[in-house]
């Protein structure tokens, strides 16, 4: 039975959103479930005409953005018992494609601006797309920001005589033009800009510090300024400014408002409006982290003092406290001192010392020592590598065994005895990030590239204090995230991968020289691994809780909100993974049949620390079962019982 809209309306009786199904005539561009994601009616219990409608309209304009200017849609209705089944018949007809690009109003700016403005990527014979023409007009619009003109705009005037002033014209050609195969089915893209036809200059600069009780210096401000005055105007300086203010913790909040020149002038003056927040405070805290694979959860106080001395230096002490099991657990206090300024604005550092006791495992206790310098330097946002880090520590370690241990050889290490020993490492990091989001991102890539040294200081100590030990080693690690946006910027399913690699070279020889030690290693197996594994239980190792030294794994997620932003459990996401890789002893060990597969699904929960999740994982191939049993489907009486882990974190896996 078919009923019309208009006799859906007189219908008393409520029907529930049944099935939403697309019928596709003239093309099928996009796949069912990106226009699903469109649309309201799917999110909501009980069907309501007036959602059909809106989503019919919410359809014809997302394919005229994307470029179907003659896209029809049409709506079906069927009753089915106590549901309403919906079908959208999508007539998409032809994409329309740029012929042609012109941008107006730039003609007096110098060449070399021209030549960066004209290295733009609608280029002709792409499909139209609205929000690739904003992207390229704000492009523009900041090229010009960033080089002086202050006053550089869209040009948004209307002219009752000639509509081609108007700023942004996307126009289809004309019907006849349209019969000559040079113009059928394409558009003109016309950009019109005002206001690039003077360079303006950095003025003077008021600062304004709002309830400043503490003294706090508009030096440390004015150090912080990445412009100044004379200078030509540039956008981005304020931002990088205003950015800068950030990483002074005792900057609750700092802004910088520019103020329009008067047409006699050429000075763009600021204002530098800065808000303190308090200088000395205590926060007790909640700790998730991941170590070595294994999920601890613990609490922390942390006394801070957020302008140590002046100079917006920050000194902090924190006793914290963290569970994994009664044999995984650990106890450490710190002590931090954060320079924000070190020689110029883009590089801070951080200099930390800390005190603990980490019982790994039921077998191992480490009291420990270590001390970390961490120089860290912001590069640029639009280089590749937008951040370096060098970090040196030395690390003193006191190991207690508490089990006996007997290794492969039958040879008995006894409980009670003791090693003490010192490492040294020099690390070197570039990172690139360029994701949209700290906790949940939808968009981007990031990739890290980690190089380290470890026992140059204790193989010079050694030459005076024969009895000390310590490791020698080479040690890289690269990790690489990448996020798409399946909805077009909706956010509500994202599809993300990462993969891992890593590996520790040990090098030198003599008695002081000992193998590296299980902390410094690599692990497989847990929430941020291969999920079909219980913590530190993976790898083609002889023991998996000794960890090995090359690393090679990576994974797959789809990650979908399924209820509707008015929904309680809006903030609710499942996800579906597939895991892969292994740790080797070593990377001559390596082999590609020995890559363990794990899948499952799990749930997460958005919180102002980050989602909160559970996963459930099986392995699905394991290179190490019986013959017969290494797929998960093989033995499915095991499926529960050793093909089975239940991962618990905060924040997502990847």
């Known amino acids: 039975m078919f009923l019309s809209l208009y006799s859906l309306s007189h219908c008393d009786e409520r029907y529930e959103t049944g099935d939403i199904d697309f019928k596709f005539k003239a093309g099928e561009t996009y796949d069912k479930s990106v226009l699903t994601e469109i649309l309201v009616l799917p999110r909501e219990k009980y069907f309501n005409r007036i959602n059909l409608e809106e989503d019919r309209q919410r359809l014809a304009k997302f394919y005229f953005d994307n470029g179907f200017f003659d896209v029809i849609v049409d709506t079906l209705t069927e009753i089915n018992e106590d549901q309403i089944n919906v079908t959208f018949t999508i007539f998409e007809n032809s994409r329309y494609v740029i012929r042609e690009f012109q941008i107006i109003g730039l003609e007096g700016i110098p060449e070399k601006l021209k030549e960066e403005i004209n290295r733009s990527e609608i280029n002709a014979g792409k499909p139209y797309s609205k929000s690739f023409v904003n992207s390229e007009k704000d492009r523009i619009l900041n090229i010009l920001w960033n080089n002086g003109y202050y006053y550089a705009r869209i040009d948004t005037s209307r002219s009752l005589i000639d509509s081609s002033r108007r700023g942004v014209i996307v126009g289809k050609y004309s019907d006849d033009l349209q019969q000559n195969p040079e113009f059928k089915n394409k558009v003109l893209v016309r950009m019109r800009f005002t206001g690039a036809d003077r360079v303006y200059y950095f003025g003077e600069s008021e600062i304004t510090i709002n309830n400043n009780r503490y003294g706090f210096s508009k030096d440390i401000v004015i150090r912080e300024l990445k412009f100044k005055g004379g200078e030509i105007f540039d956008k981005s300086k304020i931002a990088e400014s205003e950015r800068n203010f950030t990483k002074l913790p005792i900057i609750q909040l700092g802004r910088i408002i520019t103020v329009d020149p008067d047409s006699s002038s050429d000075r763009v003056n600021v204002r530098v409006i800065i808000t303190l927040g308090k200088k000395y405070e205590i926060t007790p805290g909640i700790s998730a982290v991941y170590l070595n694979n294994r999920f601890f959860a613990g609490a922390s106080v942390q006394y801070t003092d957020k302008d140590f001395f002046g100079g917006g230096r920050v000194f902090s002490t924190k006793v914290e406290a963290l569970y994994n099991s009664m044999g995984n657990n650990q106890l450490e206090i710190s002590f931090n001192l954060f320079q924000p300024f070190l020689f110029r604005s883009n590089l801070t550092a951080d200099f930390t010392t800390s005190f603990g006791i980490y019982n790994f495992l039921d077998d191992f206790e480490y009291i420990y020592t270590q001390n970390l310098a961490r120089l860290s330097y912001f590069i640029r946002e639009y280089t590749f590598y937008n951040n370096a880090y060098l970090d040196i520590t030395y690390d003193h370690l006191r190991l207690r065994i508490k089990n006996n241990i007997v290794d492969d050889q039958g040879n008995v290490t006894p409980a009670g005895k003791r090693r003490s020993f ?209 797929w998960l489907w093989e033995n499915p009486g095991q499926i529960f019982k050793n093909k089975f882990a239940i991962q618990f974190g905060l924040g997502n896996a990847f």
């Open 422 to 630: 010192s490492n040294s490492i020099v690390g070197f990091s570039l990172v690139h990030n360029n994701t949209n989001d700290l906790f949940n991102p939808s968009k981007g890539f990031y990739h890290q590239l980690t190089l380290e040294n470890a026992g140059a200081l204790p193989r010079l100590i050694a030459v005076f204090n024969k009895s000390l030990l310590f490791s020698q080693y080479f040690k890289f690690f690269i990790p690489n995230r990448f996020y798409f946006d399946l909805t077009g910027g909706r956010r509500t399913t994202i599809f993300a991968f990462n993969i891992e690699v890593g590996n520790i070279t040990e090098y030198g020889r003599g008695g002081n020289i000992i193998p590296v030690d299980r902390i410094y290693k690599f692990f497989s197996g847990g929430g941020n691994s291969l999920r079909g594994w219980a913590p530190q239980t993976g790898g083609i190792l002889t023991d998996p809780k000794d960890g090995g030294k090359f690393l090679f794994e990576g994974g797959y997620e789809i990650r979908r909100r399924p209820f509707p932003q008015r929904s309680f459990f809006y903030p609710v996401w499942i996800v579906v993974f597939l895991d892969w890789g292994n740790v080797w002893e070593n990377i001559g060990m390596f082999k590609f049949n020995q890559i363990a597969l794990a899948t499952g699904l799990g749930v997460r929960y958005d919180t102002f620390v980050g989602p909160i999740r559970i996963d459930f994982g099986f392995k699905l191939f394991n290179p190490l079962a019986d013959k017969g049993n290494h």
